[in-house]
């Protein structure tokens, strides 16, 4: 017997972002680091397609 197990990507409470303009959640599309403990998160909006950029500077 094959048991198929769903394992959904989920994102961490901080990578959750809603939408300014429509409320929507949006989605993580891109992390990039500059190496030195900062980290920019790019989410971008389903419905009204923009991208917002996030700053996340990591916990030493
Ligand atoms: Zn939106």
Redesign the pocket.
């Known amino acids: 017997m094959t048991q198929i197990q769903k394992s959904p990507i989920q994102v961490p409470e901080i990578d959750r972002s809603f ?1 300014s ?2 409320g ?1 959640q949006m989605w993580l599309s891109q992390i990039s680091s500059d190496g030195s403990g900062k980290e920019y998160r790019i989410l971008d ?1 389903p ?2 397609d ?1 991208s917002k950029k996030n700053l996340h500077v990591a916990a030493e």
Do not use: A, D, E, L
């Open positions: 939408c303009q429509c929507s909006c419905v009204c923009i």
